[in-house]
């Protein structure tokens, strides 16, 4: 077997990619989550004021779940032009339009004020703001795996996953105090001063990453693919999307799937769980927001150990790991909740996503682009990862409410809807390929 190539790893630039990968998931999730928050606590009453309580409810998560139905969308858009025309200005795309998304449901005025067409921008916005998300994750990960060292992409590809986790405590933090203005103040103009303020970090992003060089793989890549053009006739090149769905699409199937140990328990715990809480078991609303925060600050040594870890013993087996805890841990986390004590609630969450969930995010970045050609990575991670978004994620809060509907407002289903989803993951993460020794530059593993 010939010896992989040799790369130029800037430790400078490395650094450089990791913080502002970091800087733009959390801004990615500072946006999403916001809208999350939001539709949990006020946009009931915001944009669907004249039906009752439940289906306004239910009709606000609708409208958190347009957002993911619109990734992979953008996953198949960004993913084409991450990889023909770069990683870096692919991000910077997705970055300012994301930020003008989020910046423009802050301005929207109310149903009262505008009718049904305030309901009908608010989901166009969404849509848009997902499309946008589906082609910056995937490319943000991809900065970060692709520029770092063999031994240590783990490590430093859960590094910018804690971004999640920073736009969370951003989100629940502003939300914080937003909600102790008085309810009218709120309902007209508080609720819009968080999602105005991603302008601000938006800024902060769009400055780092115009500084950072492509990607040494996609650089080895493109200079590959110039002397392949000089010694032979110039073919008709297939689109990358075209040839990862053709070729690799149980790559892609295998990530949806995997998706499901991370994203139902994450959003149950997020979104669902946050408005069961305060709506069903009566727990004052600021005491949940201080509950995700708790775990939200938690989540970003956890995350450290578990990309370490993965660089020593592989993916799979901590990913079948977190599966596996997220099954075990769900009954006991709605056991925990119910307690209304804030230290037992923080357990639960602990327990639920620091030790389950942040062993599966950690491993995410580098799990998912390890398991394609440096051609068409961008492509395939970020299709693969969307697609799983809608089925694993965005819904989750819809299909939790409709099934506590179902059982006369009791969370046993969703709790079994919560261990159905890791098991089906665990065995995903079982059958699939160890990536961890890839060489990155190669089309196969």
Not at 23 to 30: A, K, L, Q, R, S
Not at 239 to 247: A, G, L, N, T
Not at 319 to 336: D, H, N, R, T, V
């Amino acid at each position: 077997m010939p010896a992989a190539p040799k790369l130029d790893l800037d430790k400078a630039n490395i650094r450089r990619v990791v913080i502002s990968s970091w800087v733009g998931n959390t801004i990615e999730y500072y946006d999403f989550l916001l809208y999350g928050l939001a539709s949990a606590l006020v946009f009931g009453k915001i944009f669907f004021p004249n039906i009752s309580p439940l289906a306004a409810l239910l009709a606000s998560f609708a409208t958190f779940g347009v957002g993911f139905i619109a990734r992979p969308l953008g996953g198949i858009f960004f993913g084409h032009m991450g990889d023909t025309l770069g990683r870096k200005i692919t991000l910077l795309i997705t970055l300012g339009g994301m930020g003008a998304a989020t910046f423009l449901i802050g301005c929207l005025p109310s149903y009262e004020t505008m009718g049904i067409w305030a309901p009908i921008l608010l989901v166009l916005l969404r849509f848009v703001q997902g499309f946008l998300v589906g082609g910056e994750w995937g490319g943000a990960m991809l900065m970060v795996v692709e520029s770092a060292p063999a031994n240590r992409r783990g490590v430093l590809g859960s590094i910018p996953q804690t971004g999640g986790f920073s736009g969370q405590l951003l989100a629940t933090g502003v939300f914080a105090l937003v909600m102790l203005l008085p309810e009218d103040h709120l309902l007209s103009w508080g609720w819009r001063v968080p999602f105005m303020l991603s302008v601000v970090l938006v800024l902060v992003g769009l400055y780092m990453r115009r500084r950072l060089d492509e990607t040494p793989v996609f650089q080895h890549v493109q200079r590959k693919q110039e002397l392949e053009k000089k010694s032979k006739p110039v073919q008709k090149q297939e689109s990358p999307v075209i040839h990862v769905i053709r070729q690799e699409w149980r790559s892609i199937l295998l990530i949806m799937v995997l998706r499901f140990a991370e994203s139902v328990p994450f959003f149950m715990c997020t979104v669902f769980a946050v408005s069961y809480a305060t709506g069903t078991l009566g727990v004052d609303k600021q005491t949940m927001l201080s509950v995700v925060m708790a775990t939200c600050v938690l989540a970003f040594p956890m995350h450290a150990i578990f990309g370490a870890i993965s660089d020593k013993v592989g993916r799979r087996p901590v990913y079948i790991f977190g599966a596996l805890c997220a099954a075990a841990m769900a009954f006991p986390f709605f056991w925990l909740l119910e307690s209304g004590s804030f230290a037992l609630m923080v357990t639960g969450y602990v327990l639920l996503i620091n030790i389950a969930h942040n062993s599966i995010n950690a491993v995410q970045p580098s799990f998912f682009t390890e398991l394609f050609g440096p051609k068409v990575r961008y492509s395939g991670a970020s299709i693969g990862a969307q697609l799983g978004a809608i089925v694993a994620g965005g819904f989750t809060p819809f299909i939790a409410k409709g099934l506590t509907t179902l059982d006369n407002n009791n969370w046993t289903l969703v709790a079994c809807y919560v261990v159905i989803a890791a098991l089906v993951a665990a065995w995903a993460a079982w059958r699939a390929p160890e990536t961890s020794k890839r060489d990155l530059t190669k089309d196969t593993l």
